[in-house]
């Protein structure tokens, strides 16, 4: 059993800053679920019950899809190191996307990533931890290049048009966009 906290202390923002991964869960009010793993970095907590990441150019747009409909969504850290411990911070997600008037402001906490889509603002209604004993132990060896190196190559004009072409619907047909 978990234990359920009101907001993020010190040590769990701690133990998130020293997270390469981390998994996004939501959910349409019909259809599929969505689990997406999302590694880079691409993560920052802004305070003890709001946090905001960044969500690059991929092969889907469930995400944006989903917090459109109902705004809903849980974020989950596992420890892969000794001390094991599984973290899913429960709430509700706003998308700053670039046409947002916080998207320049929210985009230079990050990296200059290439194919930078959208960010996704969370507020923290909830936050649970539990033991992660069943999580096994992994080494980071090293971030994929692939991902960056695929959207530089594509350029901006291109990943837009891959956006459209793409990622303007969610595979049960929901719109990605506002």
Not at 64 to 91: D, W
Not at 151 to 178: F, V
Request: hydrophobic share 35%; proline share 4%.
């Amino acid at each position: 059993m978990g234990d359920f906290h009101k907001q993020l202390d010190e040590k769990l923002i701690e133990f998130i800053q020293r997270q390469h991964l981390f998994f996004t869960g939501t959910a349409p009010q019909e259809g599929r679920i969505n689990v997406s793993p999302k590694g880079m970095d691409t993560f920052r907590v802004l305070s003890s019950n709001q946090c905001v990441f960044l969500n690059l150019t991929g092969s889907g747009n469930e995400t944006a899809a989903h917090v459109l409909e109902n705004n809903r969504i849980t974020i989950m850290f596992c420890s892969f190191e000794k001390q094991p411990l599984i973290l899913r911070l429960y709430g509700s997600a706003e998308i700053i996307g670039p046409d947002h008037s916080a998207w320049q402001d929210t985009l230079a906490s990050f990296p200059d990533y290439p194919g930078a889509r959208q960010c996704f603002l969370i507020n923290i209604d909830s936050v649970q931890t539990s033991c992660g004993f069943g999580v096994p132990l992994f080494h980071e060896a090293e971030e994929r290049p692939t991902l960056a190196k695929w959207a530089e190559n594509k350029g901006e004009k291109e990943i837009r048009k891959y956006w459209k072409e793409k990622n303007s619907r969610s595979i049960d047909g929901l719109s990605t966009d506002k």
